[in-house]
C-alpha cells in the first residue's frame, strides 16, 4: 500500500482517471475530412467541421464498431442504444459551440481493466466508454495581437474511458494507463501516442486519512505523459495533505498540471465552472445497435494482453515476468511468436528481453527495422541448444546478425565458432593444463573448490571460448578426482 | 401586368412545351413584377440574371423536347436555404455577408428540376417570428388588404412572409419555405396561399440555417393544390447528408388532386372547435369545410387531441432550446457578421458580437432556452415539454387508427397590421396554436384557402395526415379547394 506520511498520520491517495482516447479512423466521426495528423493547419477540414451554416453531422460507423471492440476489451456492458448529446459552451477552436458527447446514455458501461500492482493484481473498474469528437486547436504563440485556430482536429472521434475511484497510487496509475494504451493498442481502436496527443488523460485526486469517508476531489485536465501523470498526481495529493493539516479545506475545483515546474494550479473553481446544458443532440438519431453486430466484433476481436499473458505461461512454460514483457508491445509478442514453435521459447524468451531488446535500445532501433528475423533468431536459439556453440559464442553471432542480417549459420562457419564437443581434443587440453599446474592440482583437491573455475576458465583460453562448457566440466570433474 | 405569371405552374408547363411564350418571357415577366412590388419587400436579393441564364438553359431544354419537371418555372427561395455564390442570410444581420459556396439540398432538387430561382425571400430572422417583422431587412408587407382598414398595411405571417407575399403577388410561381412551427402554413393561410409541411424527414435539412432540428421541415408555397403536388415531389427523398432524414420512396402526388374523398374517414377535433376564443368566422370555414367534404362523401369523425392543449408551451420550450444551441456557432469567429472589436478579450469579443448580430427576438429564444436546458431547470422545463410532445403524437397516432385525414384551422385570426400585436410576445406565439401540434408530431400538414373574413382577407384550413401520407392530405386539400372555387384568393389589385 502507498501512503503519503503527513504530519498528523498517513494519507491514502484516493483517483479516478478520464482517458481521452483518440479513435483509429481514416476519416472523423461525424465528417468525411481526414485524421491525418501532421497535415498542415485547416487542411483537413469540411464544411461540417467548421460548423458552416446547415451542416449537418453524419456519423461514422466505424468509430462506433471501434468504440464497441474496446468495451468488450474492458469486458463491459455494450448498450445497444445509446444517444448522442450536446454539450454547450462557447470556445473559438469550438465551431458548434457545442461538443456532441454522450452524456446520459453512453455506448459503454461497467467495465473493468486488471492491473498488476505491487500488492498484487488489482481489478480496476471502468464507469464508462463514450464516444464524442475533438475540438480544434487554438494558437497563440504566432502573433502579439492575433490568436489563430487550427481546424484539423475539430471533429475527430475521441473515446472518454472513465475508471472508479479505484487506483490508489501515482504508480498504479501509471501503471492502469499503460495497461489501458497496451489493450487499445491490441485492439487497434487507438494508437496510443501521448506525445501526438492521441491519448490524454485527466485525474481525479482526492487524499483521506484511512478508513475516513472520501475527501474533496479536484481534477487535472491534459496530461500528457505517464511521467506526468504520476508527477502531477503526487503533487496534488501533497498539496491536499498539507492542505488539511493546516486547518484548511481542499476546494472542488479543476486544477492546470505545469509540467516545467511540476506543479498544479488553480485552472477554475467548481463555482465557474460551465453549466454544459446537455441535451440530446436533434441532428442525430439515437445509436441502434444490434447483438449480432456486437457478436460478430467479438469475434474479430485479437487475442487480449491478460489471454495471452496466460497462454504464454501455460503453453511456452514462460514466467509470468518474461509473458508480461512480451506481451506489452503486440509487436514484440508477434515477434516471439513467430520463434517460439521453431525453438526453446524459454530461452527464446530471454535472448529477446535481455539481447534484442539491449540492441534496440543501445542503437535506438524500431523493432519493424531491426535485420534478425525471428526465424534467424530461433536458428540461433537452436544451435545452443543442439550444443554447437555456447551461450558466450553466441553473443558474439549475435552481434553480427544484428549488425549484418545474415544467417547465425553462414557467421559461425565463416568465423570458425563451432564448438568444440571433441573429447579427445578436450581431454589432451586438460591433460597438458593439469600437468603444467601441478601446485593448483593439489590445492584444488585439499579444498580449494573456486579453483575449479580456473581450470574451466584456462580451458576456455586455450580453445577461444569455443570449448563446450558442458562437457569441459564433466571431463573435468573426471580428471580431478 | 403580364397575365402570363397568373399561370399556375401546371398551365405554365403545357404552354412553355406548347411555345406560347418562353421561359425567358416567363422570367422577364416576373422580374418586372418583382421591380413594380418591391414596396411588399418580399425580397431579400434578387438574381435576375442567374435567373435568365437559367431560363435560357430551359429554353433550350424545351427546344430539345428534354425539359424537366419544373422547367424554366420561376420561383423563390427563402433565405433560410443556402446557395451557392448567393447571400444567404436568414434574414439576420449576423449573416448578412455570407455568401455560401455550397447548395441546399432542397434548392439543389428543385433546380436540378429544371425551376429557375428569382431571389431569396425576406423572413423572420432565424425563422423566429409569425408576422415577418423581424428581419434585419425589415418587414415584409401582404399584398392584402382589410376591407375595413385598407390603408394599413398587413403582415403576410411568417417565418416565411417573403415567400407568402411573392406568391401571393405573382413574383413569383411558388416559393420554398421552412415550417418549424407554422412558418409556412400561418403565412399560406394569410395569404391566401396552399402552404404545405411535410413529414419531418421527408426534405432534407441539408444547407437549410437550423433554427430549431427537431421540428425543422422545409415547406413551399403555391396558388393551387396541384402545384404544391408537383413542388413536393421535386423537393422531397432521402438524403445521406442528413441524418433525420426518411429513407422512403417518394410517391405520385399529382393523382392526389383529382381524387374524390367519397367514404374517407376525416377527423374534427370537435372540443377544439367549442373552446372558448375561436373567432366565430374560424369556426364558420371550418363548419363550411365539413360540408365541402361530406358533400364530397367523406363521413366525418369526432376526434379529440387531448393534449395539444399544452402543446404551444411545450414549443415554446423546445424549440428555443434547440435554437440556444444551433445559434451558438454565430460567434463572429469563422464567417459572417464580427463586431468591432479591436483589443478586446474573447468573451467581450463574442458578447458585442452577437448582441449587435442578433435582434431582440433571437436574444429572446435564446435566452429562453439556455435557461430552460440549464441543469437546474432542465427537468422542470425541456424533459417535460418533450413527455407533453410524446403524449401529442400518441393522441394523433391514436386518432389515425379512426381516421385518415384530421381538419384543423390553420391559424386562429386572419392577418392583422404591421404594427399590432408587438407588445406581447405570447400574443405573437399564439399565431401558431392550431400549426403547432401536428409539428410536434412531424405530422405532414396542407394549408389550403377555404375561407374569407368580413374584412375580405383569406383564411386558410389545414389537412392534417399520417406520417408519410402526404397523399391524403394533398387529396383532401384538393377537395376543399374544389369546393371553394367560387371565392378568389387573389389579393386587390393583383
Redesign the interface.
Known amino acids: 500500500m502507498t501512503y503519503i506520511v503527513g504530519n498528523t498520520g498517513k494519507w491514502e491517495y484516493v483517483i479516478g482517471v478520464e482517458v481521452h482516447a483518440q479513435i483509429s479512423s481514416k476519416s472523423k466521426m461525424f465528417s468525411p475530412s481526414s485524421t491525418n495528423f501532421a497535415a498542415s493547419p485547416n487542411s483537413q477540414v469540411s464544411?461540417i467541421d467548421?460548423?458552416?451554416?446547415?451542416?449537418?453531422?453524419?456519423?461514422n460507423e466505424y468509430c462506433v464498431h471501434q468504440a464497441i471492440k474496446t468495451g468488450l476489451g474492458l469486458k463491459a456492458k455494450i448498450n445497444l442504444k445509446s444517444v448522442f448529446d450536446?454539450k454547450?459552451y462557447?470556445y473559438?477552436d469550438l465551431?458548434?459551440?457545442?461538443q456532441i458527447s454522450q452524456f446520459y446514455h453512453p455506448i459503454v458501461q461497467d467495465g473493468h481493466l486488471n492491473i498488476s500492482t505491487k500488492d498484487g493484481n488489482k481489478n480496476i473498474r471502468i464507469n464508462r466508454v463514450h464516444l464524442e469528437q475533438d475540438a480544434g486547436k487554438s494558437i497563440h504563440d504566432q502573433s502579439p495581437c492575433y490568436?489563430f485556430?487550427d481546424l484539423n482536429r475539430s471533429g475527430i472521434g475521441l473515446m472518454e474511458i472513465v475508471t472508479e475511484p479505484d487506483l490508489s497510487s501515482p504508480e498504479e496509475t501509471a501503471e492502469f494507463v499503460r495497461k489501458l494504451r497496451m489493450l487499445l493498442r491490441y485492439i487497434g481502436s487507438c494508437d496510443g501516442d501521448m506525445e501526438k496527443g492521441s491519448m490524454r488523460c485527466d485525474a481525479n485526486v482526492s487524499v483521506r486519512q484511512f478508513g475516513e469517508p472520501l475527501g474533496t476531489r479536484c481534477e487535472i485536465k491534459n496530461i500528457n505523459s505517464i511521467r506526468n501523470i504520476m508527477r502531477a498526481i503526487e503533487f496534488e495529493a501533497i498539496r491536499q495533505v498539507n492542505l488539511i493539516e493546516n486547518g484548511q479545506i481542499v476546494r472542488q475545483e479543476t486544477r492546470l498540471f505545469d509540467a516545467d515546474n511540476g506543479e498544479t494550479r488553480t485552472m477554475r473553481l467548481k463555482e465557474e465552472s460551465h453549466?454544459y446544458?446537455?441535451?440530446p443532440d436533434?441532428?442525430?438519431?439515437p445509436v441502434v445497435i444490434s447483438q449480432t453486430l456486437v457478436d460478430q466484433l467479438a469475434l474479430d476481436l485479437p487475442e487480449l494482453p491478460d489471454e495471452k499473458i496466460k497462454r504464454y505461461i501455460e503453453s511456452y512454460g514462460l514466467n509470468i515476468y518474461d509473458a508480461e514483457v512480451l506481451v506489452a508491445d503486440d509487436k514484440i509478442a508477434h515477434y516471439f511468436e513467430e520463434g517460439a514453435d521453431l525453438c526453446n521459447p524459454k530461452i527464446l524468451a530471454n535472448w529477446i528481453i535481455s539481447e534484442l531488446f539491449g540492441q534496440l535500445n543501445k542503437y535506438s532501433i524500431a523493432l519493424s527495422e531491426c535485420k534478425i528475423t525471428p526465424k534467424m533468431l530461433a536458428k540461433m536459439v537452436k544451435i545452443i541448444e543442439d550444443g554447437d556453440i555456447s551461450g558466450k559464442i553466441a553473443k558474439v553471432v549475435f552481434e553480427k546478425m544484428f549488425e549484418t542480417g545474415r544467417e547465425p549459420k553462414q557467421i559461425i562457419e565463416e568465423q570458425g565458432l563451432v564448438q568444440v564437443s571433441d573429447i579427445n581434443i578436450l581431454s589432451s587440453i586438460i591433460d597438458d593444463l593439469l600437468v603444467n599446474n601441478p601446485d593448483s592440482v593439489i590445492a584444488y583437491k585439499a579444498g580449494k573448490d573456486k579453483l575449479f573455475g580456473f581450470f574451466v576458465g584456462e580451458v576456455m583460453k586455450k580453445t577461444q571460448g569455443k570449448a563446450n562448457p558442458n562437457l569441459v566440466t564433466c571431463l573435468l570433474k573426471e580428471k580431478l578426482q | 401586368m403580364s397575365e402570363i405569371i397568373k399561370y399556375t405552374i401546371s398551365q405554365a408547363v403545357k404552354a412553355l412545351k406548347n411555345k406560347d411564350f418562353s421561359s425567358t418571357e416567363l422570367t422577364i415577366a416576373h422580374l418586372e413584377q418583382m421591380n413594380k412590388h418591391q414596396g411588399l419587400n418580399a425580397y431579400i436579393t434578387e438574381t435576375a440574371d442567374i435567373a435568365l441564364k437559367r431560363a435560357g438553359i430551359a429554353d433550350q431544354n424545351y427546344h430539345n423536347n428534354s425539359q424537366r419537371l419544373l422547367e424554366g418555372i420561376p420561383i423563390a427561395v427563402k433565405d433560410l436555404f443556402c446557395t451557392k455564390g448567393v447571400l444567404s442570410s436568414a434574414g439576420s444581420k449576423m449573416l448578412s455577408n455570407f455568401i455560401p459556396n455550397y447548395e441546399s439540398t432542397v434548392s439543389q432538387k428543385v433546380q436540378d428540376h429544371g425551376a429557375v430561382m428569382l431571389g431569396k425571400t425576406n423572413m423572420d430572422e432565424f425563422a423566429m417570428g409569425s408576422a415577418n417583422i423581424t428581419s434585419y431587412f425589415g418587414n415584409v408587407i401582404s399584398p392584402w388588404r382589410a376591407a375595413d382598414c385598407p390603408e394599413m398595411p398587413l403582415v403576410p405571417g411568417g417565418s416565411s412572409g417573403g415567400s407568402a407575399s411573392a406568391v401571393s403577388a405573382f413574383l413569383a410561381m411558388a416559393a420554398l419555405g421552412s415550417d418549424t412551427g407554422g412558418s409556412v402554413r400561418q403565412p399560406a393561410s394569410f395569404t391566401g396561399l396552399v402552404g404545405f409541411k411535410p413529414t419531418y424527414g421527408r426534405c432534407s435539412r441539408f444547407g437549410m440555417i437550423a433554427f430549431a432540428s427537431s421540428l425543422d421541415q422545409a415547406g413551399v408555397f403555391t396558388r393551387t393544390v396541384e402545384d404544391c403536388a408537383l413542388m413536393l415531389e421535386s423537393m422531397m427523398g432521402f438524403d445521406e447528408k442528413d441524418s433525420t432524414s426518411i429513407d422512403f420512396d417518394v410517391p405520385q402526388l399529382r393523382t392526389a388532386c383529382n381524387a374524390s374523398v367519397k367514404n374517407m374517414k376525416i377527423g374534427v377535433p370537435f372540443d377544439i372547435m367549442q373552446q372558448d376564443g375561436i373567432q366565430p368566422e374560424i369556426i364558420k370555414m371550418w363548419q363550411d369545410t365539413i360540408d365541402i367534404l361530406k358533400n364530397d362523401g367523406a363521413e366525418i369523425i369526432d376526434i379529440s387531441i387531448p393534449h395539444s392543449k399544452y402543446a404551444l408551451a411545450a414549443y415554446y420550450v423546445i424549440a428555443p432550446a434547440e435554437a440556444s444551441s444551433n445559434l451558438s456557432r454565430y460567434d463572429g469567429i469563422r464567417y459572417g457578421f464580427r463586431a468591432e472589436t479591436a483589443g478586446m478579450s474573447i468573451d467581450e469579443m463574442y458578447t458585442k458580437t452577437r448582441s449587435e448580430g442578433f435582434g431582440s427576438e433571437v436574444k429572446r429564444r435564446i435566452m429562453i432556452g439556455t435557461y430552460v436546458l440549464s441543469s437546474s431547470f432542465m427537468d422542470a422545463y425541456y424533459l417535460k415539454a418533450q413527455k407533453i410532445r410524446r403524449l401529442i403524437s400518441d393522441d394523433f397516432r391514436k386518432a389515425f387508427l379512426q381516421v385518415e385525414a384530421i381538419i384543423l384551422p390553420s391559424t386562429p385570426s386572419e392577418a392583422f397590421g404591421i404594427n399590432q400585436k408587438q407588445d406581447n410576445p405570447v400574443t405573437m406565439y399564439l399565431n401558431d396554436l392550431f400549426t403547432i401540434p401536428p409539428s410536434l408530431a412531424g405530422l405532414p400538414c396542407c394549408s389550403v384557402p377555404a375561407g374569407m373574413s368580413s374584412n375580405n382577407l383569406p383564411l386558410g384550413m389545414q389537412v392534417i395526415s399520417k406520417e408519410l401520407d402526404e397523399y391524403n392530405s394533398l387529396r383532401v386539400a384538393a377537395t376543399i379547394e374544389r369546393g371553394s372555387k367560387n371565392i378568389s384568393f387573389k389579393p386587390k389589385g393583383f
Not at chain 1, 282 to 285: A, G, I, K, R
Request: proline share 17%; hydrophobic share 45%.
Open positions: 464544411l467548421a460548423a458552416m451554416p446547415g451542416m449537418l453531422p453524419v456519423l450536446r454547450n462557447f473559438p465551431p458548434q459551440g457545442y490568436s485556430i453549466d446544458r446537455y441535451f436533434p441532428d442525430l438519431l
